[in-house]
């Protein structure tokens, strides 16, 4: 991957979950922008994650909230049923703070659950860890120059006639 293209990450088993968990964790999303097709037995959300891949490296953890921010499309694949747990579907633009993503075994199926601040969760059920985090926007420019003309503006109708 470059400096100039976003994220894309697969996941098909628990290590590749995690890896997107991190990079979604701090990510703020909404009910209302969350789907599930039953027909295409798919789940997708839009969230706005913190773009730790430029949080500065050392001793101390970086905040979420002090990163830079970028919308990215998470979606998942064999989704057999979706529940909410403590998210109050009424409230379809309430902000929900993302924590972590895990995958638990369920006998011959897995569940896949999107913890939020204030104990909410989306539990999905399916057939097997199948899913795609891609970021949406392109990452700001490395030199964020401003692009604007510096010179004087031009004197406009002045002395002129119709």
Request: glycine content about 6%.
């Amino acid at each position: 991957m470059n400096s100039r293209s976003g994220l894309r990450l697969r996941a098909v088993d628990d290590e590749d979950l995690a890896i997107i968990s991190a990079c979604l964790r701090g990510a703020l999303s909404s009910l209302g922008e969350m789907a599930y097709d039953r027909e295409a037995r798919r789940f997708a959300a839009i969230l706005v994650r913190p773009r730790w891949e430029t949080a500065p490296t050392g001793d101390d953890a970086p905040d979420a909230a002090t990163l830079e921010r970028m919308r990215a499309g998470l979606h998942f694949d064999h989704v057999s049923a979706v529940r909410f747990r403590r998210l109050d579907r009424d409230a379809p633009h309430t902000l929900l703070h993302l924590i972590a993503i895990v995958s638990a075994s369920l006998s011959e199926r897995y569940a896949i659950i999107l913890s939020f601040e204030g104990g909410g969760e989306v539990f999905l059920e399916v057939d097997k860890i199948r899913g795609q985090m891609r970021d949406l926007d392109a990452p700001p420019p490395e030199d964020t120059t401003p692009l604007v003309d510096q010179s004087p503006p031009a004197k406009l109708y002045e002395d002129e006639l119709f």
